[in-house]
Each structure stands twice: as C-alpha cells, then as structure tokens.
C-alpha cells in the first residue's frame, strides 16, 4: 500500500490518475484537488504542473484566471455578502462591519484562524427583492441586519460547538 493512500496528496495522485495526466483535463483535475483542499496550495500546484509535464506558471496562471478558484484556505462556512446597489443601498456595508468585528476580521484578514467562516463581498447575489440578502455556503438569507447577522453567527458557532 502506498504511503499516500488515504491523504489528501494520495488523493490529488488518484485525481492525475483518473484524468491520465491530459493537458485538456486541467481545469476538471484543479477544480477536484480544491475540492480536497478547499482552495489551491501552491506546493501542489507545482506538484500537479510537474507530475503533468506543464510549466508551475502555467498552472498558477490558470488557477489566477478563473475566479471560481482560490490560493487560500477558505472556512467551512463561506459568507457571501451581497454589495450590489440594492443592498448597499439597504446598508449592507453595517452587516459587513458586523461581521468583521464579530468574527475579528478585517485588514486583509477575511477567514477565521479556526477556518471556520470566510467572508467574501459580491457584486450581486441575484437576490434584490431580498435586500440586504447574505449567503452562507448555499443557504440564502434576506431582509438581513446587523442584529440578525450576529444571532445567525452565533446559531452557526453554537451548532458547530453541540456537533463537536
């Protein structure tokens, strides 16, 4: 049995495997190693360029391109905040406020040390008539403020302590 089997780099080399190494496979054979990972590491990119016979900047470039990919780790939770006119107009700037100084981030900083939430700002959720709407992961909230974003984050944290 091989030494990797059973990791996350044993399951970058059976995801090469499954796509033969094909240059034409890139985007699928990234897409599946996020997947894993939840976002890029650099060590394995430049692994997966080698492994494939493809330039590390050539990966990196892809990765970079496209914005459905990340190079950092993201949290379990991701938090989309929509900023379009509608819900900024509705104040999404205090949810967004509320949730930096709930969660301590800021200056950069917009995923929890524990990798627990990820804040992300969007342009638009496609959710107007909800606004100020907000996601996490997939689960749509609208009409929100900053009080019912703490609650929320506070219902998020709680049910991850009882899961535990």
């Known amino acids: 049995m091989s030494v990797v089997a059973g990791t996350k780099f044993g399951a970058v080399c059976d995801i090469l495997d499954k796509y033969e190494y094909s240059h034409q496979n890139l985007i699928a054979i990234l897409q599946e190693v996020q997947d894993v990972y939840s976002y890029l590491p650099k060590d394995i990119m430049t692994y997966i360029g080698t492994a494939m016979n493809i330039p590390p900047g050539t990966i990196f470039g892809v990765a ?54 990820t804040l992300e700002v969007v342009a638009c959720i496609g959710a107007c008539g909800l606004a100020p709407v907000i996601m996490i992961n997939e689960d749509v909230y609208g009409a929100m403020d900053t009080e019912k974003m703490s609650a929320l984050l506070k219902k998020y944290e709680e049910e991850e302590l009882a899961n535990a």
């Open 64 to 117: 970079t391109f496209y914005a459905h990919f990340t190079l950092e780790p993201k949290g379990k939770y991701v938090i989309k905040v929509c900023d379009g006119t509608a819900c900024h107009v509705k104040k999404s700037g205090d949810i967004i406020k509320t949730i930096e100084t709930d969660l301590k981030l800021g200056d950069g900083k917009n995923t929890t040390e524990d990798l627990m939430f």
